[in-house]
């Protein structure tokens, strides 16, 4: 029922390599294999998926597509990280960055499309998140792929926050999709991990040898954890998007909330593509509360059930205040929490939240606490 964990680095062998059988373990090993044909058939791709030492390591390896001097197109609210990563290669490598809203198609397609400074190249690599975290703007991300093709422009697509369950981006003709095997793929928080997936034979064997020569490899055990937790993914993603979909719905109407969003409200911005393109809203919600920032913090320290932590995608409920980082977007709103929901009880969870909501409540009554 188990794939064995093999520890080995090395297999016996003698001669010449032979094609396809495992030597070295940097390169290949059987642990991997079961969680790489499973997530490829989830993704519904051509090709095994690669799984690679965390997500940010797949992102790394993804956005060595753009060749120096080439230009990355990238949502202006994206996981900080990797918008840091690509800032670190314009400061390094010269490669050009450039921010857009990725909700706003006419204005991706104008970053393609024209380059902003005389002299500069068209883009090398369109770079999609799609919810975006942490503000889950939805983009339209068939319409972006085929603009980007006709231009030819590969495109990625970090599908982290949807998992192939909600969207599969494959399908619409993306060249490759990153995940952060962290969040809901491996979905216990016990176990970091990244993949990447592409339908293209070239695509997967260029990104086979950017693991093994930098490296970026997954150890066994993590590998394992991810396939144990993947069995589960169906099950715990139905869950905790429909609590997610309910806690909305019922945040969006609490007096000491100033604003959520999750696609699944009918006010949201992203409502209508996330209904015409996804299987599903998600379990992220954003949330944010009367006082500001102040409110935000003292409403995290008020929860009891809810594990103040960064992350997302366990089967514990948890939250964050994103701008508690200096490095996170400047248009994210500091007050900005980002909720993101496990599969516990969903009125423990809601009992959780409207206690410690309350208690923001009688800090508003009592005069100063509150901006
Ligand atoms: C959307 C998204 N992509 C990628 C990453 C990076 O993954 P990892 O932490 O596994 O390196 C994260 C981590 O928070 C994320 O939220």
């Not at 095994?48 to 993804?62: D, N, R």
């Not at 753009?66 to 949502?75: F, I, K, Q």
């Not at 909700?103 to 970053?111: E, F, L, Q, W």
């Not at 320290?301 to 205040?321: F, I, K, Y």
Request: overall charge negative.
């Amino acid at each position: 029922m188990n794939p064995p964990i093999v520890l080995s680095s090395t297999y016996v062998s003698q001669g010449p390599p032979p094609a396809g059988d495992f030597m070295y373990t940097r390169a290949g090993t059987e642990t991997w294999v079961p969680f790489e044909r499973a997530l490829a058939d989830l993704e519904g791709a051509a090709q095994p998926a690669l799984v690679f030492s965390s997500g940010m390591a797949a992102i790394a390896a993804a956005m060595s597509l753009v060749p120096h001097g080439g230009r990355l197109v990238v949502p202006r609210h994206a996981y900080q990280v990797a918008l840091m990563f690509a800032a670190d290669l314009a400061d390094r490598d010269a490669v050009e960055v450039v921010h857009v809203d990725i909700a706003d198609t006419a204005a991706v397609i104008a970053a393609l499309t024209a380059p902003p400074a005389a002299g500069s190249r068209p883009a090398s690599l369109l770079w999609i998140e799609s919810p975006t975290n942490p503000m889950l703007e939805v983009a339209d991300v068939p319409a972006l792929v085929e603009a980007a093709h006709a231009l030819g422009i590969p495109v990625a697509v970090d599908n982290t926050f949807a998992t192939p369950l909600v969207q599969r981006p494959l399908a619409w003709g993306a060249d490759v999709v990153v995940h952060s095997v962290t969040k809901y793929l491996a979905g216990h928080s016990d176990v970091v991990l990244g993949a990447i997936v592409v339908d293209d034979a070239a695509l997967h064997t260029r990104f086979h040898t950017y693991r093994t020569l930098h490296g970026s490899i997954a150890g066994p055990w993590e590998v394992w954890l991810a396939l144990r937790g993947l069995r589960t993914l169906a099950l715990r993603v139905e869950r905790a998007q429909a609590s997610a979909a309910e806690l909305a719905r019922r945040l969006a109407t609490h007096p000491q909330v100033a604003e959520v969003r999750h696609p699944s409200l009918p006010g949201d911005p992203g409502h209508e593509r996330a209904t015409r393109l996804m299987a599903g809203f998600g379990s992220i919600i954003g949330l944010r509360p009367i006082g500001g920032a102040e409110a935000a913090d003292a409403l995290v320290a008020a929860l009891r059930l809810w594990v103040p932590a960064t992350s997302l995608g366990g089967v514990e409920s948890s939250l964050e205040r994103r701008r508690r980082f200096a490095t996170e977007a400047p248009t994210v709103p500091e007050d900005l929490l980002r909720l993101s929901v496990g599969i516990e009880n969903v009125e423990d969870l809601w009992a959780d939240l409207s206690r410690a909501l309350s208690t923001l409540q009688v800090r508003s009554q009592d005069g100063s606490e509150v901006r």
